[in-house]
């Protein structure tokens, strides 16, 4: 009843809606921190030398209803107890940063979209939206989806098939809010896009939620809810503060990885065929086997469904968070991503560090970095183990180059 009357009044007094800022508690109060401030992010972009810069992020706060973000977090592995309540008010219980990275191909349309909608969309996401997006999923694709049920979504679509009613007061996870936003914002793509046949975007989102009571912003919070939405080859990284670690949060979604490799596998392995270069492509063309638009492979098992992993952290116990394009990560290691910027306190400095060591390696696509402190921001442990490496990559390109003009 409690958590029903805080929804009733944040929605009348207009909370909803994707904001700029944050806020945090304080004895006589709460305070706001702008999230646009390079003191507080860091986004930095590269065109490299490709015509058009089809990358595109985006950084923002949403209000979801903190009791979906309750039953979330009581069906992980490890359970984890919550009570909204403590968080002071209903603002700070329901209030998530979020922070998008999108890798566009074919042209800057679908990127483009996602920078200016995703957010909105997995906001506004509802139960009532999932029985006419799976079917019209399934008309449209047919194929792969001819005989599929909603994937994460699968257990509101079983009430429908069988003519009843979900328990009442049972809420939706986060989990399968983001399904139900990510197909949502593809059906716009497809059916308004003219060039979302051959056109798309890879996608990481990840988003952060204070567990301290009172609730706290993401960067002062001893205790997080971290969920990443990932689709394709974008990139998501932890740096672990006492060693200096990089812990992925994200796997390219390829048709020979794992998880890929197992839900492709009925539309028959000859489907998987090697390029020119010998690098593994879906149906001899698609690289990327999980994305928004590509219209025209989605029969073949090409699925905007993200693969949505939550874990609990320990602030303090992490440095940063880094999301990067592929032009960035097919350069460089993980490791050496998250070594780069482990003496920086800038984290737009820390942004434009990875893109131009990257520029400096002779990166020619699109090159896209989003830096955001945590906890332990400007004290990170351990050595740095790739320090030699990446210079004497740097040195050896620097030769190259070199010896290039003089031919």
Known sequence: MILRSMKIAAAKRGVRGVHDFVRGSTGGGTYKVPLNSPKIVGVYASRGSREYQEDAATVGSLQLPPD????????????????????????????????????????????????????????????????????????????????????????????????????????????ERLNIAFLKADKHILENIEKSRRCGSTSSVVLLHSLDSPGQPYWSAKRLSLTVAHCGDTRALLCHQPTGEVIPLTEKHHAEARVEASRLRRMGAELLVSDSFGESRWMGVVENTRGFGDGEWKPSGVTVEPEVTTRIIDGQEHSYLILLTDGLTSLLSDQELVDLIRKSFDPTRAAKTIVHFAEDLGASDNCTAIVVPLGGWGNVGGEDTTKERREWRRRRFGEMNTRMQRM
């Open 68 to 175: 979906e973000l309750q039953t979330s977090l009581r069906k992980l592995k490890k359970p984890y107890e919550w009570d909204p309540i403590s968080s002071g008010s209903d603002f700070l219980a329901g209030q998530v940063a979020a922070f998008g990275i999108f890798d566009g191909h074919g042209g800057t349309e679908v990127s483009t979209y996602l920078k200016n909608n995703l957010f909105k969309e997995i906001e506004d996401a509802k139960l009532s939206d999932i029985e006419e997006l799976v079917d019209w999923t399934k008309d449209r694709h047919g194929g792969y989806f001819r005989r599929w049920r909603g994937g994460a979504l699968s257990r509101w679509t079983k009430y429908a098939s069988n003519g009843s009613k979900p328990p009442e007061g049972e809420n939706m996870t986060i989990e």
